[in-house]
């Protein structure tokens, strides 16, 4: 196949013989696999690959069999204008790359416009490798070593917009998540990126070099950049389309799964607790660990837990959800750090009035009376109080699920990271791909990680395009 078009030049409207060829067998893919036959003549087109990709239904393709194709030539293509396909743009450009970002929604940066309560949580000071979940533990230390939270930083400061820790390192806007995009698209601007909205990537195919393919045109190039996020917020226009792509070329994916989510109880645990929507506590959450385990628990984090109306929510909630699969259970220390119950041992009367007035010291009101009303004491003995002690430690709960990627803040799992070079990000066994940002297995904490990994893996395919 080859290709028309001048670097930087204008769009070329094209109708090459193999153009129409390809066309053709598009019509039989779509007679093809409406008769049943998956394998269509079409699959000959995707040297290498034993299936096309194919995003949109092959009538779809006939539909538009008509219309003029569009095909321009750039030195990378980046799908998909995030916060990781953005920054990849910026550092290739400024090496006098030639990009174009493709974009399926009507703008560039939708995700930072909403983060961080429209304030965008943009990093943390205190970014270390262990505020990263993947399957392999030290993937992301190169990339996060070689652009890091004061790189960032340095770029918010000389685009002069205000910003101000909120709490544990996490940097927010003064005004508005509008900012960081506004410096995005001006920094992407300024390095001759090209950003192409509302444009729905059908396809791609690999030849001589990579083609991607909207409805109406071809965007051919010898690097391809998958920037196209998890699934989370399916409403916002999130796909798997970045998984669907790394399994057409053959390369492992890490089950995805909703990360940063609130939990949902089971129905025993809701009846009893979630009439108490709205109350929060600063608790230390943990997994992994069992009340009979001798072992550490692999996780914890001291932060407020929010009581939904199916659940719990709440910054330590999110940050425990990245660690939990069903079935398994999380430990709540409702008293971090406190002898709950040293006032019911001294005080003159130990009943349950002690109990209430000694918890409520610690917890919010209700939660506490409740709490204690489903964890009375046996006896007012030293033995049953220890007790008690130790289960306001060790609340034990087993959520039943998540609420899902509707709610979740990040898609953990994604692109088996064993796949990639850690430095640039390039696919192992397909030189020229490259994948960044929250479609790889690499999902941050919450607290400003998670666009810190999408600078950092941006950057690090952005230098080495
Ligand atoms: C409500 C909310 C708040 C958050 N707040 C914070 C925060 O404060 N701090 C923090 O660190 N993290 C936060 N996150 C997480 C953070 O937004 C993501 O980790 C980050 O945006 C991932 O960047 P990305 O570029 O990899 O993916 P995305 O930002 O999801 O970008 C992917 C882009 O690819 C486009 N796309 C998808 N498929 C295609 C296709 N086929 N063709 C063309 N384009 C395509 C999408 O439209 C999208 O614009 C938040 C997430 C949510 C949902």
């Known amino acids: 196949m080859h290709s028309i078009g001048t670097n930087r030049g204008p769009w070329i409207e094209h109708r090459s013989s193999d153009h129409i060829a390809r066309f053709n067998q598009q019509k039989n893919r779509h007679r093809y696999c409406r008769k049943g036959f998956p394998e269509s003549p079409i699959h000959k087109i995707y040297a290498g690959h034993s299936k096309p990709f194919g995003i949109g239904s092959p009538a779809r393709a006939c539909e538009n069999l008509n219309r003029p194709i569009m095909i321009q030539k750039f030195d990378a293509v980046i799908l998909g204008a995030g916060a990781a396909g953005l920054l990849c743009a910026i550092e290739a450009g400024k090496r006098g790359r030639h990009v174009v970002v493709l974009e399926r929604s009507e703008r560039a940066g939708k995700k930072i416009l909403i983060s961080g309560g ?27 070593a070689r652009y890091t939270p004061a790189d960032f930083i340095a770029l918010i400061e000389n685009n002069h917009i205000p910003y101000h820790e909120k709490t544990l390192g996490q940097l927010f806007c003064d005004r508005s998540a509008q900012d960081v995009v506004n410096m995005l698209e001006a920094e992407c601007a300024a390095a001759g990126v090209i950003i192409v909205p509302n444009t729905i990537v059908r396809e791609v195919s690999r030849t001589t070099e990579f083609v991607a393919r909207t409805d109406s045109a071809e965007y051919h190039s010898q690097a391809l950049v998958v920037a196209t996020g998890g699934l989370s917020i399916p409403k916002m226009g999130a796909t798997a389309f970045g998984y669907e792509l790394a399994r057409q070329f053959g390369l492992k994916i890490c089950e995805p799964r909703p990360a940063l989510v609130p939990l949902v109880l089971g129905e025993k645990d809701r009846t009893e607790y979630c009439d108490l929507t709205g109350v929060s506590a600063e608790v230390i959450v943990t997994t992994n660990g069992s009340p009979s385990s001798s072992s550490p628990p692999s996780q914890a984090f001291r932060e407020k837990m ?11 909630i999110l940050q425990i959800s990245s660690y939990w699969s069903k079935g398994g259970t999380i430990l709540i220390d409702l008293a971090p750090e406190r002898d709950v119950t040293a006032p019911i041992r001294e005080a003159g009367v130990r009943n349950m009035a002690a109990a209430r007035s000694a918890f409520q010291e610690i917890l919010p009101k209700r939660l506490a009376s409740r709490w204690l009303d489903l964890h009375a004491p046996s006896a007012w003995n030293n033995q049953a109080l220890a007790e008690l002690e130790r289960l306001a430690h060790k609340w034990i709960i087993e959520p039943a699920s998540t609420e899902g990627y509707e709610k979740a803040e990040v898609t953990a799992g994604g692109l088996d990271s064993d796949e990639l070079s850690s430095k640039t990000m390039e696919s192992r066994k397909v030189p020229g791909l490259f994948f960044i940002g929250e479609v790889v297995d690499v999902t941050g904490h919450l607290g400003g990680f998670n666009f810190q990994w999408a600078w950092s893996s941006g950057a690090a395919a952005g230098r080495s395009l």
Do not use: M, Q, V
């Open 118 to 144: 429209g304030r965008c949580n943009f990093t943390n000071f205190y970014c270390r490798p262990e505020n990263f979940l993947s399957a392999n533990p030290h993937f992301a230390k190169s990339a996060l």
């Open 306 to 316: 929010l009581i939904t109306h199916r659940g719990l929510s709440g910054p330590a």
